[in-house]
């Protein structure tokens, strides 16, 4: 059963029937809003929204998985390539990024998951974009969350896995930002960490 988070919501990363999830895969999905009027067709541009991991160690970057850089240095996050169009909305993925909890070394503490529109367009020009967690052995859905409100902000700090005692949770974020790549985020993580 999936949960819907809200801002700032936490839940633990474990199974329901015990023991810890191994590989998680975070998925973005997205559409262009619809147009309304004589050119709105003319003047659609797509929408190219972009996944980033960027991997802390006692609140530093240590490393980032995006799309030019698809797999952490260590091998344990990996994204699985750049959807330039968007598209599927409320139904699958247009871009994932899979984490291998039992790989991410020790030192890494927090993955953040950031959303950009590299193409510069607003959150009101986007709808049905969502974040959502997925136990990547089994399939199921754990964890959803919503980008709502449209606005006039280019990238969301959507969510973030911590390590909590001996296992990882998941935070939902959901804080609005501005920039077209993760580097532009950096400022924006920071209070979140």
């Known amino acids: 059963m999936s949960v819907n988070l809200t801002k ?25 809003a619809p147009r309304k009027g004589f050119l709105a067709k003319l003047t659609a541009r797509e ?13 530093q970057p240590i490393d980032v998985v995006y799309f030019q850089h698809l797999v952490s240095n260590d091998g344990s996050v990996r994204h699985t390539g750049d959807n330039l169009t968007g598209g599927t909305g409320q139904g699958g993925d247009d871009e994932s990024i899979i984490v291998d909890l039992h790989h991410v070394p020790t030192g890494i503490d927090q993955i953040v998951f950031t959303v950009s529109s590299f193409t510069g367009q607003t959150f009101a020009e986007v709808s049905n974009a969502f974040c959502r967690l997925i136990d990547d052995t089994t399939g199921q859905e754990l964890a959803r969350y919503t980008l709502t409100g449209g606005g006039k902000d280019t990238a969301q700090i959507m969510s973030k896995v911590h390590r909590s005692g001996t296992g990882w949770q998941m935070a939902a974020i959901g804080a609005p930002a501005n920039g ?3 580097q532009d985020l950096i400022p924006a993580i920071a209070p979140h960490l």
């Open 8 to 32: 700032g919501q936490q839940i633990s990363l474990s199974k329901s029937g015990g023991g810890a999830l191994s590989v998680v895969r975070m998925g973005l999905g997205w559409q262009a």
């Open 47 to 59: 929408i190219d929204l972009d996944a980033s991991a960027v991997l802390y160690a006692d609140k």
């Open 180 to 182: 077209r790549t993760f």
